[in-house]
C-alpha cells in the first residue's frame, strides 16, 4: 500500500505551505470576484483571508506547543494547539456574519455578472490548491495528532465545499438571469462556514477541559493492561483499577492503579511497573503514563466529600 504523503511533512512545513496557499487563493479569488462583481465570489475571497489569519496563528501555536517543559509549565506546552482551533473557529464566524451583511445589500440592489468565465475558472484553480493540501494536512494531522492541522484542513475542506457551492449559483445566475440567487449562494456559504466555525470552538473547549483519550487509544490500552493482569483461581495476583486516562494536544496521558501481592519486595514491584509503562508508551506513542502501587487488598478512595466542598 502506498503510504500517506503527509509521513514526509512536519505540522510546521505544511502550515507553512498553508499560508503560501491561502496567499495565492487570496489573489485568485479577489481577481475573480473584481471582475465579476459576485458577491458570491466575494464570500469565497473572504474566506481565504481567514484561512490565512488561521495558518498563520497555527503555526505560533504549534511553535509554542513543541517547546520543552520549563519551571511554569512542568507538563509542557501541548495544549497551545487548542487555542489555534478555537482561534480559527471565531474567525470563521466574524467572516460568515460579515458575509451576510454584504450579500443582505444584494436582495435590494441586485448587479449583473461580468466576465463570469474568467471569474470561475480561478475560483476552481483556487480550490484545487486548497483541495490537495487539504488532503495531505488531514492525513499528518492523523499522524502527528495535531488539532491545529486537524482545524486548517477540514476549514480548507470547508472552503473547497464553499468554491463549489458558488461555482454551481453563478452558473444558475447565468442560466435564469436571477440575478438575486447571486446573494442567496453567499448566505448560504456564510451557514455553511458558521456551522464549521462552532464546531471548531466546542472540539478546541473540550480539549482544553482534558477530554479522555480517543476510544481506539484506549482499547489499546486495556489490551496492554490485560496482558499483564494474572489470577490464581479466583483470587487476583496482579489487577489493574481506577484507570484515568486524557489528551493533551498531542500528548496522550492516563494514570492507572496496580495492585499487587503485599508480600512481593519493592524492587520487584518496581520492576514489573517498569515493564507495564514501556509496554502501554510502546502501544500508544506519545503516551505519558503514571502507575501508582498498592497492595492487592487495599483499595483507594476518590471523591472524598471533604474535597467536594
Known amino acids: 500500500m502506498k503510504r500517506p504523503l503527509a509521513i514526509d511533512f512536519t505540522p510546521r512545513q505544511l502550515l507553512w505551505a498553508s499560508i503560501a496557499v491561502a496567499l495565492i487563493t487570496i489573489g485568485l479569488k479577489t481577481w475573480a470576484w473584481y471582475i465579476t462583481d459576485s458577491v458570491g465570489l466575494l464570500s469565497d475571497a473572504m474566506e481565504s483571508l481567514v484561512n490565512l489569519a488561521s495558518?498563520?496563528?497555527?503555526?505560533?501555536?504549534?511553535?509554542?506547543?513543541?517547546?520543552?517543559?520549563?519551571?511554569e509549565h512542568p507538563y509542557g506546552h501541548h495544549k497551545a494547539e487548542y487555542f489555534?482551533?478555537?482561534?480559527?473557529?471565531?474567525?470563521?464566524?466574524?467572516?460568515?456574519?460579515?458575509?451576510?451583511?454584504?450579500?443582505?445589500?444584494?436582495?435590494?440592489?441586485?448587479?449583473?455578472?461580468?466576465?463570469?468565465?474568467?471569474?470561475?475558472?480561478?475560483?476552481?484553480?483556487?480550490?484545487?490548491?486548497?483541495?490537495?493540501l487539504a488532503w495531505v494536512m488531514m492525513g499528518a494531522a492523523r499522524q502527528h495528532r495535531s488539532m491545529a492541522l486537524e482545524a486548517d484542513a477540514k476549514h480548507l475542506i470547508t472552503d473547497v465545499w464553499t468554491s463549489v457551492g458558488v461555482v454551481l449559483g453563478i452558473v444558475l445566475v447565468q442560466w435564469s438571469g436571477w440575478l438575486w440567487l447571486d446573494a442567496v449562494v453567499a448566505i448560504g456559504v456564510a451557514l455553511n462556514i458558521l456551522?464549521?466555525?462552532?464546531?471548531?470552538?466546542?472540539?478546541?473547549?473540550?480539549?482544553?477541559?482534558?477530554?479522555a483519550v480517543e476510544p481506539e487509544t484506549m482499547q489499546h490500552i486495556?489490551?496492554?493492561l490485560d496482558s499483564f493482569a494474572h489470577q490464581r483461581g479466583a483470587t487476583a495476583i496482579i489487577r489493574f483499577d481506577h484507570i484515568t486516562t486524557r489528551r493533551a494536544g498531542q500528548r496522550r496521558f492516563v494514570d492507572v492503579h496496580m495492585h499487587m501481592p503485599s508480600s512481593w519486595s519493592l524492587g520487584r514491584a518496581a520492576a514489573l511497573r517498569t515493564s507495564v509503562e514501556q509496554a502501554l508508551?510502546?502501544?500508544?506513542?506519545?503516551?505519558?503514563?503514571?502507575?501508582?502501587?498498592?497492595?492487592?487488598?487495599?483499595?483507594?478512595?476518590?471523591?472524598?466529600?471533604?474535597?467536594?466542598k
Open 55 to 71: 495558518a498563520m496563528f497555527g503555526l505560533t501555536m504549534v511553535t509554542v506547543a513543541a517547546l520543552p517543559p520549563d519551571e
Open 84 to 132: 489555534s482551533s478555537g482561534f480559527e473557529g471565531i474567525l470563521i464566524i466574524v467572516a460568515a456574519l460579515g458575509i451576510v451583511w454584504t450579500a443582505a445589500h444584494r436582495f435590494s440592489d441586485p448587479q449583473p455578472l461580468q466576465e463570469v468565465g474568467l471569474g470561475l475558472a480561478l475560483s476552481v484553480g483556487s480550490s484545487v490548491l486548497n483541495g490537495l
Open 195 to 211: 456551522k464549521e466555525g462552532v464546531h471548531l470552538i466546542w472540539r478546541s473547549s473540550q480539549g482544553l477541559m482534558d477530554e
Open 222 to 224: 486495556q489490551a496492554v
Open 281 to 308: 508508551m510502546s502501544a500508544v506513542p506519545g503516551l505519558r503514563a503514571s502507575i501508582q502501587l498498592l497492595p492487592s487488598d487495599v483499595e483507594a478512595h476518590f471523591e472524598d466529600l471533604r474535597d467536594l
